[in-house]
């Protein structure tokens, strides 16, 4: 059976400084591993993916992530924190079931970024 | 545009009433998917149809029903039987059900029982 599991419910950071968000998974086979944004009040949006290819996947508003098997991690990083990056961040995994697909989503990580 | 469009952003509704929630998308994505977010949960997966006129229950379809009578329309209604209706709905849509492709989002429609 697969699971996520966000480590922290709330992150605070200064503007400026690094961000890390923390997610762990567990799955029987190759998962597919996600991170999304959603700012208040709307939809999420992508920030990058991985799916099997090369384990540091770089996202968008220089936001990363590294796939460690070893760990069964999946972490986000960004080296400097900005005032727009406040939201709240999403580890999903998604993994072949009994019967197709099935992705879970994390309980989410809220981020705040202090001026 | 290409995106994916929910109405109305916010509804209220009386206990015991049907209420139904639009979700439009122009993508033409085969796979469309209804979400319910509570505060401090991730998303949980209430319905999804994979093509026109099929749909499966996902983990919480207790007191919700769907159809898919269009590619472009994936409505949701939440029955009288759903006992804690309130809360955060999200519709999405990907080009299929395969675990490796990104779902895009709409912006969410936020029910309220009064």
């Known amino acids: 059976a697969q699971s996520v599991t966000q480590l922290d419910s709330h992150v605070s950071v200064s503007e400026g400084t690094p961000v890390l968000l923390r997610c762990n998974y567990s799955s029987s086979y190759s998962p597919s591993l996600f991170w999304y944004v959603q700012h208040p009040n709307k939809g999420l949006q992508l920030l990058l993916k991985?799916?099997?290819?090369?384990?540091l996947v770089k996202g968008i508003n220089g936001f990363e992530a590294e796939f460690k098997k070893s760990e069964t991690s999946f972490h986000l990083t960004k080296p400097s924190a900005h005032m727009s990056d406040a939201a709240e961040y999403f580890c999903v995994v998604s993994d072949l079931n009994t019967g197709g697909f099935k992705t879970i989503f994390g309980a989410g990580t809220r981020l705040f970024v202090k001026a | 545009d290409g995106g994916i469009t929910q109405s109305p952003k916010y509804l209220f509704r009386k206990e015991g009433q049907n209420v139904t929630l639009s979700c439009e998308q122009n993508l033409n994505h085969d796979a469309m998917y209804w979400y319910r977010q509570d505060p401090g949960q991730g998303l949980r997966l209430i319905y999804y149809?994979?093509?026109?006129?099929?749909?499966q229950k996902g983990d919480i379809a207790e007191g919700y029903s769907v159809s898919r009578e269009k590619k472009e329309s994936f409505p949701l209604t939440v029955t009288s039987a759903q006992k804690n209706p309130t809360a955060f709905y999200l519709c999405a849509s990907s080009t299929s059900t395969s675990g490796d492709t990104e779902a895009f989002f709409g912006q969410g429609t936020r029910l309220t029982v009064v």
């Open positions: 991985y799916t099997s290819a090369a384990t």
């Open positions: 149809s994979q093509i026109v006129n099929d749909f």
